[in-house]
């Protein structure tokens, strides 16, 4: 379990292959809106967190690339605190 104010880095990354439509993402938390980003392919997008006293901290993000969207919990302090913070990837197909 990680210590309390451990700071974790999270990156989003479009690998989307052979295709010019770019990935957009916009991240939030139930108190910070992190803004729109847009990534052609090869595109990363970092951001950083911590994890708060009571392990409520969640950043979910919405992803839209061409028609096709999603959410996708990019940080959740209960499941994410058990990782020692190295790379992770959660890849999904459109």
Not at 49 to 58: A, H, N, S
Not at 59 to 79: D, P
Request: glycine share 6%; hydrophobic share 35%.
């Amino acid at each position: 379990m990680a210590m309390l104010g451990t700071r974790y880095h999270i990156s989003i990354s479009n690998d989307i292959r052979n295709d010019t439509v770019p990935l957009s993402v916009r991240c939030k938390s139930k108190t910070e809106d992190l803004g729109m980003r847009t990534l052609f392919p090869g595109g990363v997008y970092f951001f950083s967190t911590k994890i708060d006293f009571f392990r409520t901290r969640l950043y979910f993000c919405f992803n839209v690339w061409g028609q096709k969207s999603r959410y996708i919990e990019a940080f959740k302090a209960t499941r994410d605190e058990k990782r020692d913070n190295s790379t992770w990837v959660n890849e999904y197909p459109w």
